[in-house]
C-alpha cells in the first residue's frame, strides 16, 4: 500500500470512529433524555382507580382506606399510593381478594371475597367496616376532619392494619410522617414494639417467631408495632403497623409465581391473624 493510501485509511479509520463516538453520545443522549421523559411521565401522570361501592349486608368486606397522598404520592405507574396493591400492576391478584379467598377457605368468616371496600377516613360508612386497611402511610396527608373521623372510628372499636411502608426516600416520609398523622388523631396515642407473644399473633394462627415474616424488597428486619387503647398493653390493639415491609405484596402475587408459596403462606398467616383479632377484639 502506498503512502497515499495509508492516509487514506487512517483517515476513513479516523472519520469512522468520530462517527461512532458522535453516534454514541447521539444514543446516549437519547436515552437519558427517554429515561427523564418517563421519570417525568411517572411524575405527571396521576389517575384515581375505578371505586365502586358495595352494599352492605352485614358480611365482612375488606376496607381499604382512602386518603390524599403527598404530592410525589404518585410514583407507582401514576397511582395514589393508597391504591398500591388495590390494582395490580404486573399480573396479580388484588391482594384483598387473594386474602379473602384464602380467610373464605379456612374460616367460617363467610367473606365477600371480589367485593371489597375502598372508604374515606372521614366517610361515615366507614363505621360499617370494623376491620380496616392502609397502604404507603408513608405517603399519608391528613385533614383536620379526617383525624376527627378516625379517631371516632378507633375509639368505638375500629382495628387498622397499616403495611407497606418504609424510610424515605422510596417511602415517602416514612414513620415520621405516619406518626405525626397518627398523633394528630390519637394525641395521646403511642405505638409500642410488638414480639410475637401478643395475642394478635396466637388469635388464629399460632406464629412464634417473626424470623418467618417473608421480604419482599425491604432491606433489613421487618419491623411490627401496634397501638393500644390508654396505651395499655393489656387492653385492646386499636392499630398494627407493619413496618419496613410488605406483607401485602405476598398476598398480591402468590398466584402468579412470582413468589415462593412457603413465604405466601406465612404473609397470609399474618393477615388471617389480624383480621381474626379485628373481629373478636
Same mark, same amino acid.
Given at each position: 500500500?502506498?503512502?497515499?493510501?495509508?492516509?487514506?485509511?487512517?483517515?476513513?479509520?479516523?472519520?469512522?470512529?468520530?462517527?461512532?463516538?458522535?453516534?454514541?453520545?447521539?444514543?446516549?443522549?437519547?436515552?437519558?433524555?427517554?429515561?427523564?421523559?418517563?421519570?417525568?411521565?411517572?411524575?405527571?401522570?396521576?389517575?384515581?382507580?375505578?371505586?365502586?361501592?358495595?352494599?352492605?349486608?352485614?358480611?365482612?368486606?375488606?376496607?381499604?382506606?382512602?386518603?390524599?397522598?403527598?404530592?410525589?404520592?404518585?410514583?407507582?405507574?401514576?397511582?395514589?399510593?393508597?391504591?398500591?396493591?388495590?390494582?395490580?400492576?404486573?399480573?396479580?391478584?388484588?391482594?384483598?381478594?387473594?386474602?379473602?379467598?384464602?380467610?373464605?377457605?379456612?374460616?367460617?368468616?363467610?367473606?365477600?371475597? @371480589?367485593?371489597?371496600?375502598? =372508604?374515606?377516613?372521614?366517610?361515615? +360508612?366507614?363505621?360499617?367496616?370494623?376491620?380496616?386497611? !392502609? $397502604?404507603? /402511610?408513608?405517603?399519608?396527608?391528613?385533614?383536620?376532619?379526617?383525624?376527627?373521623?378516625?379517631?371516632?372510628?378507633?375509639?368505638?372499636?375500629?382495628?387498622?392494619?397499616?403495611?407497606?411502608?418504609?424510610?424515605?426516600?422510596?417511602?415517602?416520609?416514612?414513620?415520621?410522617?405516619?406518626?405525626?398523622?397518627?398523633?394528630?388523631?390519637?394525641?395521646?396515642?403511642?405505638?409500642?414494639?410488638?414480639?410475637?407473644?401478643?395475642?394478635?399473633?396466637?388469635?388464629?394462627?399460632?406464629?412464634?417467631?417473626?424470623?418467618?415474616?417473608?421480604?419482599?424488597? @425491604?432491606?433489613?428486619?421487618? =419491623?411490627?408495632?401496634?397501638?393500644? +387503647?390508654?396505651?395499655?398493653?393489656?387492653?385492646?390493639? !386499636? $392499630?398494627? /403497623?407493619?413496618?419496613?415491609?410488605?406483607?401485602?405484596?405476598?398476598?398480591?402475587?402468590?398466584?402468579?409465581?412470582?413468589?415462593?408459596?412457603?413465604?405466601?403462606?406465612?404473609?397470609?398467616?399474618?393477615?388471617?391473624?389480624?383480621?381474626?383479632?379485628?373481629?373478636?377484639?
Amino acid at each position: 500500500m502506498n503512502p497515499h493510501g495509508v492516509f487514506a485509511l487512517v483517515a476513513r479509520v479516523s472519520a469512522h470512529r468520530r462517527w461512532i463516538a458522535v453516534a454514541s453520545a447521539a444514543i446516549a443522549m437519547f436515552v437519558t433524555g427517554a429515561v427523564l421523559a418517563q421519570r417525568r411521565l411517572f411524575d405527571e401522570v396521576r389517575f384515581e382507580p375505578r371505586v365502586t361501592k358495595v352494599a352492605y349486608d352485614g358480611r365482612f368486606t375488606f376496607a381499604r382506606l382512602r386518603y390524599t397522598p403527598r404530592p410525589d404520592g404518585y410514583y407507582y405507574y401514576g397511582l395514589p399510593a393508597w391504591a398500591h396493591g388495590y390494582l395490580s400492576m404486573k399480573g396479580g391478584a388484588r391482594a384483598e381478594v387473594s386474602l379473602m379467598r384464602i380467610l373464605n377457605e379456612i374460616s367460617y368468616l363467610n367473606p365477600h371475597i @371480589d367485593d371489597t371496600a375502598v =372508604v374515606a377516613l372521614n366517610d361515615p +360508612e366507614l363505621a360499617k367496616y370494623p376491620v380496616s386497611y !392502609m $397502604a404507603e /402511610a408513608g405517603w399519608w396527608t391528613l385533614t383536620d376532619a379526617e383525624a376527627a373521623a378516625f379517631r371516632a372510628y378507633l375509639q368505638k372499636g375500629g382495628f387498622v392494619i397499616f403495611d407497606d411502608f418504609r424510610e424515605p426516600p422510596v417511602g415517602g416520609g416514612g414513620w415520621a410522617n405516619f406518626e405525626a398523622n397518627m398523633r394528630r388523631v390519637l394525641p395521646e396515642g403511642r405505638f409500642m414494639d410488638l414480639d410475637p407473644s401478643s395475642p394478635i399473633f396466637h388469635s388464629f394462627f399460632e406464629i412464634n417467631t417473626f424470623d418467618l415474616i417473608p421480604q419482599s424488597y @425491604d432491606e433489613g428486619r421487618p =419491623v411490627i408495632r401496634g397501638l393500644f +387503647e390508654n396505651n395499655d398493653p393489656t387492653k385492646r390493639l !386499636m $392499630a398494627i /403497623a407493619n413496618f419496613n415491609t410488605d406483607v401485602s405484596d405476598f398476598w398480591e402475587y402468590a398466584v402468579t409465581g412470582f413468589k415462593p408459596i412457603e413465604e405466601s403462606n406465612e404473609a397470609y398467616k399474618l393477615g388471617v391473624n389480624y383480621i381474626m383479632y379485628g373481629m373478636t377484639h
